[in-house]
Structures are given as C-alpha cells and as structure tokens.
C-alpha cells in the first residue's frame, strides 16, 4: 500500500499551513524577544560594577577617628563654636591625611579623595547608579591620562561642576554636550569613548559636603577592599556601620551582580514561562482545530485499509514540517526583531547582545515540550477515528 504523503495536503492547503506555521513561528519569536529585551538589565549592571571596578575602585569614609588620623576633637564638642565650614574643612584634613597614607603603600597607581556624583542608568527592567568622581582639575586629568579615553566631542572638564562622559551613558540619560544634568550646577561639556560606562568632572566651588569618598586607580592590583584595609587594622565593609563602607570593588561587584541576576531571572523566569504558557494554550487550540478538520479524511484512510500507525505518522510528518518551516520563519523575523531592538536600545545607550545561547536552550525545551503535547489531539482524534462501514452501522 502506497505510503501517505503529508506534502500533497499541505500544499493543496497551503492556507491552513500558513496559519499553523505563523502560530509556531510567532510562538518562539516572542520567547526570545522577551529575554533579548530584558537582559540587558544584567549586562549594564555588569558593565557598571563589574568592568568599572577592574581598575577603579570606590570607598565611603564612614568613622573618621578610626582611621588612625589626627583629628581636632575640641571642634565637635558641645561647647565648640566650629563653624560648619570649619567642619568640613577639618574632615577633608583627615580624609587627604589617610590618603597620603594609602599613597604611600603604593599598591594603587593613584588615591584620590573626593565628592562624588550619582547618574543614573536605566534599562527596560530595572536601573542602576554610577559614581562619578569629583575631583581637582589636575586630579582629573592624571585620571584621563591613566585611563587613555578617546575624546569624540566637546572638551575636557575646565571648570567647576564641569562633567565628562562616555557616549552610552550620554545616550542613556539623554544629555548632549552644554545640557546640565540633574541640577544646574553640573554641566556636560565633553563626550568620551570608553569600554564601560564611565563619567568624572571638577568638583564645586561651593563646598557643601566633606570630601569622604576614596577613589584608586589601578590595573586590578586591589580586588578586594576588605582585604586591602585590613593590612592597615581598619575594617572595611558594604555596610554603612563599617570603619570604611566598600562601594566598588571586583570580589563585591562579582556579587552585587550575580545578587542582581538571581533577583531578575525570578521574574524573567516567570514572564517567560507566562508567556509560553499563554502562547502555548493558544497555539495548541490552533493545531486541535487543524486536527479536527482531518477527521473525515482521517475516516477515509482507514476505510481504505490505512492502519492507525501510517495515519498518526502522516499527522506528525505533516507537524514535523510545519514545524520545520516555523523554525526558519522564527529566525528570520527574530533577526529582524533583534536588529531594530538592538538599534533601540543602542540609541538609548543600553548594553545587549544578540546571540543568547541559554534563551536558545530554554526554547529548545519548551518546542519538544510542544511537540509531545501537540500529540494530544492527534492520539484522541485517531482514537474516534471509525470506518466508514462502522459509521454506517451506527
């Protein structure tokens, strides 16, 4: 007996292909186009913490007289008349005093002691800050200088409250050189090329805080705060209660972001497995009413001495090619949804990538899923299938 073919009916019936290989086709594009869009959360927040801290680091100088400084107590007893100017002139004293200190040790190529300012970075699923160092003018350029950006407009920072930045992070908070950014006193005045997201300015005429913020330089040779500290006796941690509270580093950026990552593939994971759910119930409904439609034909093949097994391996040859089909039109509209997501997000200085092999492994799961489940109707339409003769007995 002559093998059924499942090529003839679909192409006498190319309409009802098209729709079945449309609803598959549409089914992994969405997948995939959820995940693209939201994992550059995690990709920013790598690039933030973890890329910057391979050769900056940042520390916030919480308790001053733990330090091992001298310090003018007389100014903070009750019965002082210290202005607060005197204050905070006194502090940045201890502050340059310590850093002298860490200078010294020469393990970083620089420490700095400075205000900071924070920027923040935004995606489709969730934001980030970066901290901007402050600095004096020929701290600043010592910085540029060790850095070695590339300078695509505009100029480097020459006065007060003056900023320089990358052009992703520009891209990202939307500022162009001459905007002010969050408050009239900071000014973008240049726009850099750099690996990572990266920003530093002049510090303010008008000083208003103390300068507690400890910023290195160096190529990797501190990856670790908490340990660098303790070689001086000073304890050093995330926490704000420490001696020195760590900001950046690599040992706490590695764990910020895979804190952040587990914290995004929760809900990532549930809108994904939301979706495929939902598409899913939708595309099976798709393929029961293709099955119902072969009902008779089905009827007939039997009538015709067609054994059940060739008319359920006509079935799934019929899915097996729809399928097929359905793959290389996902490839093809997924390309072009990445390309013009890519060209989105790029023009809002967001980090992605295109290729995302666990998305593509998460998809491979779920299509066999598919497939097995897809077997469903089949399985109980044959099992109804009846004869035609039998039919005419009822």
């Not at 509209?333 to 997000?345: K, Y």
Request: charged residues 25%.
């Amino acid at each position: 007996m002559q093998r059924l073919r499942a090529w003839f009916y679909l192409k006498n019936n190319k309409k009802r292909a098209a729709i079945l290989v449309l609803s598959f086709g549409l089914f992994f594009v969405l997948l995939y186009g959820v995940q693209f869009f939201l994992f550059p959360a995690y990709y920013m927040d790598e690039a933030v913490l973890v890329k910057g801290a391979e050769r900056m680091q940042i520390a916030y100088l919480n308790q001053m007289r733990e330090l091992g400084v001298e310090m003018d107590a007389s100014l903070w007893e009750a019965d002082s008349s210290a202005t607060e100017e005197e204050l905070i002139a006194e502090i940045n004293r201890g502050s340059r005093q310590f850093a002298e200190r860490l200078r010294e040790d020469g393990t970083a190529d620089y420490v700095f002691v400075c205000n900071v300012y924070q920027i923040g970075i935004r995606s489709f699923a969730g934001d980030n800050y970066y901290t901007a160092p402050l600095l004096d003018k020929e701290e600043l350029e010592q910085m540029m200088d060790y850095l070695e950006p590339e300078l695509v407009s505009g100029v480097l920072p020459q006065k007060p409250g003056e900023l320089v930045m990358d052009e992703n992070m520009a891209r990202n908070i939307g500022v162009s050189i001459g905007d002010t950014l969050y408050d009239r006193k900071t000014k973008l005045v240049g726009i850099i090329k750099y690996d990572t997201y990266f920003a530093a300015g002049i510090d303010y005429d008008d000083i208003v805080f103390p300068k507690r913020h400890l910023f290195f330089l160096d190529n990797g040779t501190i990856p670790d705060l908490k340990e660098y500290m303790a070689g001086f006796g000073i304890e050093a941690g995330t926490d704000q209660f420490s001696v020195i509270q760590i900001i950046s580093d690599t040992v706490n950026a590695v764990e910020t972001v895979q804190e952040s990552r587990e914290e995004l593939e929760s809900p990532l994971r549930v809108m994904a497995y939301s979706v495929a759910i939902v598409l899913g119930i939708t595309v099976f409904f798709v393929y029961r009413l293709h099955v119902q439609d072969r009902y008779a034909e089905w009827c007939l093949y039997r009538s015709l001495g067609y054994p059940e097994k060739e008319v359920y391996l006509l079935a799934f040859r019929e899915y097996g090619i729809c399928f097929g089909f359905s793959i290389l039109l996902a490839a093809v509209l997924t390309v072009l949804l990445c390309v013009a997501g890519g060209m989105l997000m790029r023009s809002r200085g967001m980090l992605f990538q295109y290729f995302l092999p666990e998305a593509l492994l998460q998809i491979s799961g779920i299509a066999v899923l598919l497939t097995g489940i897809m077997q469903l109707p089949v399985v109980c339409a044959l099992r109804r299938v009846k004869t035609i003769d039998a039919m005419e007995e009822e």
